[in-house]
Antibody, heavy 118, light 107 residues
Framework: QVQLQESGPGLVKPSQTLSLTCTVSGGSISSGGYYWSWIRQHPGKGLEWIGYIYYSGTTYYNPSLESRVTISLDKSKNQFSLRLSSVTAADTAIYYC??????????WGQGTTVTVSS | DIQMTQSPSTLSASVGDRVTITCRASHSISNWLAWYQQKPGKAPKFLIYKASSLESGVPSRFSGSGSGTEFTLTINSLQPDDFATYYCQQYKSYPYTFGPGTKLDVK
């Protein structure tokens, strides 16, 4: 079955860019039908949907983060990535990559904790 | 954005109980609602889609209902493994939004 695994630095300095990669195994990111998403969870809080990328390269971002977010695709590596610029302490969270089936987020990565601190 | 609310925020129950969690949307979302279960330190687990359709492998003691702006998640005969936090998420319009969660704990 499809599995997702996040990777990237666990500590980012304020004002810098947070970069995470999600590696997809057990299925092809290019096969279509799914939206490859990023979701975050602030410590002890609820879930915030960040955005998605489709295999065609189409993206949609949460307007609350749109000016700072880029999601990209690397089909050759079966990966998709998140970049969040100009981070502050408010961006400290667990970041999940996930597969969106159009009517639910049906597969989740285990999550990676990112702390923004100098 | 469509705002999602859940009640109660915390629910205390015992093994064998039947419990109901309510999720409300600020605008009609038809049946574009999903439910998730999350345990401490783990990613959310997908339970229900389109308000009432059970994901494969999810125990039948879980059920969902509702449409429009009001939805419920019901767990019949609570099992020890069910104590967790439950979230709803609307899929009607972007940005997709989640409810704040309902923590189900042991009475």
């Amino acid at each position: 079955q499809v599995q997702l695994q996040e990777s990237g630095p666990g500590l980012v300095k304020p004002s810098q860019t947070l970069s995470l990669t999600c590696t997809v195994s057990g299925g092809s990111i290019s096969s279509g039908g799914y939206y490859w998403s990023w979701i975050r969870q602030h410590p002890g809080k609820g879930l915030e949907w960040i955005g998605y990328i489709y295999y065609s390269g189409t993206t949609y971002y949460n307007p609350s983060l749109e000016s700072r977010v880029t999601i990209s695709l690397d089909k050759s590596k079966n990966q998709f990535s998140l970049r969040l610029s100009s981070v502050t302490a408010a961006d400290t969270a667990i970041y999940y990559c996930a597969r969106d089936a159009g009517d639910a987020t049906d597969v989740w990565g285990q999550g990676t904790t990112v702390t923004v601190s100098s | 954005d469509i705002q999602m609310t859940q009640s109660p925020s915390t629910l205390s129950a015992s093994v064998g109980d039947r419990v109901t969690i309510t999720c409300r949307a600020s605008h009609s979302i038809s049946n574009w609602l999903a439910w998730y279960q999350q345990k401490p330190g783990k990613a959310p687990k997908f339970l229900i889609y389109k308000a009432s359709s059970l994901e494969s492998g999810v125990p039948s003691r879980f059920s969902g209902s509702g449409s429009g702006t009001e939805f419920t998640l019901t767990i019949n005969s609570l099992q020890p493994d069910d104590f967790a936090t439950y979230y709803c998420q609307q899929y009607k319009s972007y940005p997709y939004t989640f409810g704040p969660g309902t923590k189900l704990d042991v009475k």
